[in-house]
């Protein structure tokens, strides 16, 4: 496709919920982040992964949150028993990794609502 | 602490005039420093991207300065449209890992 693509746009979850959130990067990008923005806040790292290896999960906020990308294109970030802390906007966005002006590129993001 | 510091949070202007939106990092090493726009409900598009070397880049009507010695740039909107409501969000790519460090952004509503 032409850009990143995020499904779903939206996603209401009951608290306990597990939840799945997928992303397809742009074809042949190298790199793909997670990220999560709080409402009036910037997004915060969660993940990154060059091709299919998850090179940095760190910013990854429990061991509630788990991401994969397993052929290097299509991530998925998985939410287990999800909580209200968890609603957020979740941004992906992918990048083709070569040199210092490489642009990342950000799909519209998924709005997760537990209630 | 938040490694990149964005200020004013929140501006509203009329339309047709100019303001300037801060952006003060500490991320070490830099690598370079790009300006989004995020429309609401959409992700972030850059609008200009600045290596260390470079003190200014324009893009129509958005013009970004950088001073990598005091870690300080700015992005100046000239003659603002309503289209210009947005959140703007500095963003500094760490040299080495490919991390980017998010600022909190400066939301600026453009009113006729």
């Known amino acids: 496709g032409a850009g990143v693509s995020q499904s779903p746009r939206y996603k209401v979850a009951k608290r306990g919920q597990d939840v799945a959130l997928r992303c397809d990067p742009i074809s042949g990008h190298v790199s793909l982040f997670w990220y999560q923005q709080a409402l009036g806040q910037g997004p915060e790292f969660l993940t990154y992964f060059q091709n299919e290896a998850q090179l940095d999960k760190s910013g990854l906020p429990s061991d509630r949150f788990f991401a994969e990308r397993p052929e290097g294109s299509v991530s998925t970030l998985k939410i287990q028993r999800t909580q209200q802390e968890d609603s957020a906007v979740y941004l992906c966005?992918?990048?083709?990794?070569?040199?210092?002006?490489?642009?990342?590129?950000f799909g519209q993001g998924t709005r997760l609502t537990v209630v | 602490k938040n490694q990149v510091e964005q200020s004013p949070q929140s501006l509203i202007i009329l339309e047709g005039k100019n303001c300037t939106l801060q952006c003060n990092y500490t991320v070490s090493p830099f690598s370079n420093l790009r300006w989004y726009k995020q429309d609401t409900g959409r992700g972030p598009v850059s609008l200009t991207i600045m290596t260390f070397s470079e003190n200014t880049k324009s893009n129509g009507r958005y013009t970004a300065t950088l001073d990598a010695d005091t870690k300080q740039s700015s992005l100046h909107i000239t003659a603002s449209q309503l289209s210009d409501s947005a959140s703007y969000i500095c963003v500094v790519s760490l040299y080495g890992n490919n991390r980017l460090a998010f600022g909190k952004g400066n939301q600026v509503v453009v009113i006729p």
């Open positions: 966005a992918s990048s083709l990794n070569r040199g210092r002006e490489t642009e990342a590129f």
